[in-house]
């Protein structure tokens, strides 16, 4: 267990996904094949969820929504977000 947690996403926000294989441990194989799909890709946060530790559903680019841990998501900064919506 890390000894920081970090910082709630804001619905909305632009992030990195990370994929970490190792997080994919409570997935059946075809979330896990759709999880490494994401990899490397930004996306925006649409939902959080906390009923067995954080994670949040992302909308990539191609319109799929992908739940992820918190750990795996870089949030970008605010500029970039704006660049994108442009």
């Known amino acids: 267990m890390s000894l920081?947690?970090?910082?709630?996403?804001?619905?909305?926000?632009?992030?990195?996904?990370?994929?970490?294989?190792?997080?994919?441990?409570g997935y059946v194989k075809s979330a896990r094949d759709e999880r490494r799909l994401g990899n490397g890709l930004m996306g925006i946060t649409i939902a959080e969820h906390d009923s067995h530790g954080l994670c949040y559903q992302v909308?990539?680019?191609?319109?799929?929504?992908i739940t992820y841990d918190r750990e795996e998501l870089e949030v970008m900064p605010s500029s970039t977000a704006e660049k994108?919506?442009?």
């Open 4 to 25: 920081f947690s970090l910082a709630r996403i804001k619905i909305g926000s632009l992030v990195r996904i990370v994929h970490q294989p190792d997080r994919d441990r």
């Open 59 to 65: 909308r990539l680019p191609s319109l799929a929504v």
């Open 84 to 86: 994108r919506k442009a």
